[in-house]
């Protein structure tokens, strides 16, 4: 069956600092593979998205994400982040026309 | 592009109650969809609309769950007869018709339920 996983309920960094959310999805098909930000009391915001072709992907906000077949993953990266930042991040798969989102991972920013 | 808006955007109602939110999508996008997010999870979804047509229900949606689309624009959700188990944000997104476009959904805010 389809899923996405993110291992990861609670990541805390310094503001500045490098970030990396893991996701991992199983798919028996090449997939198409998203990443959200929810901020509190809001909708969902698409970051950035992986279709086809080049397997690294830059989104909004400074965001990237890279595609990586072997390992079932698509993990997020942001290399300086902003306390603006602080947010839940949910990793999603698309499948038959609706998507598959993992549990999220909660970002906390420390100043 | 005015967004996906939902009414209301909080909702408390006592157990038994019927309740119903409303969805208005992006205007040039023929399809779309409700999700329900409880505490804790991802978004889960529940059924999906393509202009009028509702094609396809999750087994999550149960019969005390029903959706329209009536002339395939705006939606509503109405859940009838409330549990305690029915509190979550109920999520509405929208998107355009090619089939990969499909996939790429745009959120509204949510509406939040609570049952007392």
């Known amino acids: 069956a389809q899923s996405v996983t993110q291992p990861d309920i609670h990541i805390t960094v310094s503001e500045g600092a490098s970030l990396e959310l893991r996701c991992n999805y199983s798919y028996g098909a090449t997939p198409y593979l998203f990443w959200y930000v929810q901020s509190p009391g809001q909708g969902l915001q698409l970051l950035l998205k992986y279709f086809s072709g080049d397997t690294l992907v830059q989104g909004i906000k400074g965001f990237e994400a890279e595609f990586k077949r072997s390992q079932s993953s698509f993990n997020l990266r942001k290399p300086s982040v902003h306390w603006s930042d602080a947010a839940e991040y949910f990793c999603?798969?698309?499948?038959?026309?609706?998507?598959?989102f993992g549990t999220g991972t909660r970002l906390q920013v420390f100043p | 592009d005015t967004g996906v808006s939902q009414d209301p955007r909080h909702k408390i109602t006592k157990r038994g109650q019927n309740v119903t939110f409303r969805c208005d999508p992006i205007?040039?996008?023929?399809?779309l969809y409700w999700y329900r997010q409880t505490l804790g999870q991802g978004p889960e979804f529940l059924t999906y609309f393509q202009n009028e047509a509702q094609l396809e229900k999750s087994r999550l949606l149960s019969d005390r769950f029903s959706a329209e689309r009536p002339k395939g624009s705006f939606s509503t959700l109405e859940i009838q007869r409330t549990e305690q188990g029915d509190s979550a944000m109920y999520l509405c997104?929208?998107?355009?018709?090619?089939?990969?476009?499909?996939?790429?959904?745009?959120f509204g805010p949510g509406t939040r339920l609570t049952v007392t």
């Open positions: 999603a798969v698309g499948y038959t026309d609706k998507l598959i």
């Open positions: 997104a929208s998107s355009s018709p090619d089939s990969v476009g499909a996939l790429k959904q745009y």
């Open positions: 205007s040039e996008h023929n399809r």
